[in-house]
């Protein structure tokens, strides 16, 4: 893969003037209205976080009977059963991460907004962090599916997805695309705004 070599350029009107004269490499052009497609997922994915923790994931049926569970529930059942390190992965995988990457991305809009110039550095490594932790975001969903497709092997045993783990799958969704959607260098603009402003 070749290095970027940082050139910068306007955009063309015509396909071949779209490569970097220096290097030949596609050039990154800015994203039109980042902040506001941005803030559009972030609070649809917060309103799809109530139901994802509040509706039941997974409902196993037993000899016993049916049981539904959901998430925090599910996390106790791991915990009380002596699996709490499952519990921990289940914990941090479906309700830290998905909260975290919220508020990040909420923390970021706001400081681009308000034209902060102070740590840039460190939000541009946050939204880094944000953006790696995202690929791990979808674990809770492939546990879930795992455990159905398991349990259904065994004759007095099954296990059934609920609605809880949709919402939840939107959530994850909608935090990629936010993620996806913030334009990076937004967080540099603000803070050459800012020091316009004091000039």
């Known amino acids: 893969m070749q290095?970027?070599?940082?050139?910068?350029?306007?955009?063309g009107h015509t396909r071949a003037t779209n490569y970097c004269p220096r290097c030949g490499n596609e050039l990154a052009f800015r994203r039109?209205?980042?902040?506001?497609?941005?803030?559009?997922?972030?609070?649809?994915?917060?309103?799809?976080?109530?139901?994802?923790?509040?509706?039941?994931v997974m409902t196993s049926i037993t000899a016993m009977g049916a049981q539904a569970?959901?998430?925090?529930?599910g996390v106790i059942l791991l915990y009380r059963t002596g699996s709490w390190h499952l519990a921990l992965i289940v914990l941090i995988a479906s309700v830290i991460i998905p909260l975290t990457k919220l508020f990040a991305l909420a923390y970021l809009l706001?400081?681009?907004q308000r034209c902060s110039a102070k740590s840039n550095r460190e939000?541009?490594?946050?939204?880094?962090?944000?953006?790696?932790?995202?690929?791990?975001?979808?674990?809770?969903?492939?546990?879930?599916?795992?455990?159905?497709?398991?349990?259904?092997?065994?004759?007095?045993?099954a296990a059934?997805?609920?609605?809880?783990?949709?919402?939840?799958?939107?959530?994850?969704?909608?935090?990629?695309?936010?993620?996806?959607?913030?334009?990076?260098?937004?967080?540099w603009d603000s803070a050459n705004k800012m020091e316009e402003r004091n000039e």
């Not at 290095?3 to 955009?11: I, N, Q, R």
């Not at 039109?32 to 039941?56: D, F, G, K, Q």
């Not at 979808?138 to 045993?157: E, H, S, T």
């Not at 809880?164 to 695309?177: E, K, Q, Y």
């Open 32 to 56: 039109h209205e980042a902040m506001e497609r941005t803030w559009a997922l972030i609070i649809a994915a917060a309103i799809c976080y109530v139901p994802a923790n509040l509706l039941p």
């Open 160 to 187: 059934q997805p609920r609605y809880g783990i949709l919402f939840f799958a939107a959530v994850v969704i909608l935090t990629i695309f936010a993620s996806q959607s913030f334009d990076p260098r937004l967080i």
């Open 110 to 112: 706001i400081t681009v």
């Open 123 to 157: 939000r541009a490594q946050l939204y880094r962090l944000v953006e790696f932790i995202g690929r791990w975001s979808m674990l809770d969903v492939f546990v879930i599916a795992f455990v159905v497709a398991l349990v259904q092997l065994k004759p007095l045993m």
């Open 69 to 73: 569970d959901t998430i925090i529930g």
């Open 3 to 11: 290095a970027l070599c940082a050139f910068v350029k306007t955009p």
